[in-house]
T-cell receptor
Framework: DAGVTQSPTHLIKTRGQQVTLRCSPK?????VSWYQQALGQGPQFIFQ???????QRGNFPDRFSGHQFPNYSSELNVNALLLGDSALYLC?????????????FGPGTRLLVL | DQQVKQNSPSLSVQEGRISILNCDYT??????FLWYKKYPAEGPTFLIS?????DKNEDGRFTVFLNKSAKHLSLHIVPSQPGDTAVYFC?????????????FGTGTRLKVLA
């Protein structure tokens, strides 16, 4: 049973560029949440997708957008990259509607903006 | 405004002894809590959860205690093993219309000494 997978594992971009990160949820899960983890901090909630719609959003600017596909996989897009966007981006999957949600994380994508 | 706080950045414990990791929160609407451990270069791994309708939950060597009046939870690991050396995060959410948006603490680095 495959867990949550993310690609790529590492990425280097320059300021102003755009980036797309990808996530495949754990088998049987239909909800994907994205988090940003800066060095020395805990993960910060970016947004959550369910039924191909964004249903919750954290305190992140519109430069951060996402998408969920019919197979429940998801993309996180960041436009106009800033140096401060350098972080570990984590995807977590869960199953909505089956009681309280435990979220299972992927290994993350480490983004470095130069 | 940090709604979830882990005030001890680090903790060292002898192998075989008890490890106690603490977490405080400020939002009285939080009703579901998770603990994760994180090894370097990996995503967080789910350990144990607790709902606000309980004050204790146990899973093997891991026990989580919740004190709602004090807005405090703790994770006990007994006995501690060298493989438990990792960063531990607590996370809290309120179940808004059945959706869960987790707020994480900044983590506690646990080192178990052999």
């Amino acid at each position: 049973d495959a867990g949550v997978t993310q690609s790529p594992t590492h990425l280097i971009k320059t300021r102003g560029q755009q980036v797309t990160l990808r996530c495949s949820p754990k088998s049987g899960h239909d909800t994907v949440s994205w988090y940003q983890q800066a060095l020395g901090q805990g993960p910060q909630f970016i947004f959550q997708y369910y039924e191909e719609e964004e249903r919750q959003r954290g305190n992140f600017p519109d430069r951060f957008s996402g998408h969920q596909f019919p197979n429940y996989s998801s993309e996180l897009n960041v436009n106009a990259l800033l140096l401060g966007d350098s972080a570990l981006y984590l995807c977590a999957s869960s199953s909505t509607g089956r009681g309280a949600e435990t979220q299972y994380f992927g290994p993350g994508t480490r983004l470095l903006v130069l | 405004d940090q709604q979830v706080k882990q005030n001890s950045p680090s903790l060292s414990v002898q192998e075989g002894r008890i490890s106690i990791l603490n977490c405080d929160y400020t939002n009285s609407m939080f009703d579901y809590f998770l603990w994760y451990k994180k090894y370097p270069a990996e995503g967080p791994t789910f350990l144990i959860s607790i709902s606000s309708i309980k004050d204790k939950n146990e899973d093997g060597r891991f026990t989580v205690f919740l004190n709602k009046s004090a807005k405090h939870l703790s994770l006990h690991i007994v006995p501690s093993q060298p493989g438990d050396t990792a960063v531990y995060f607590c996370a809290a959410s309120e179940s808004t219309s059945g959706t869960y948006k987790y707020i994480f603490g900044t983590g506690t680095r646990l080192k178990v000494l052999a």
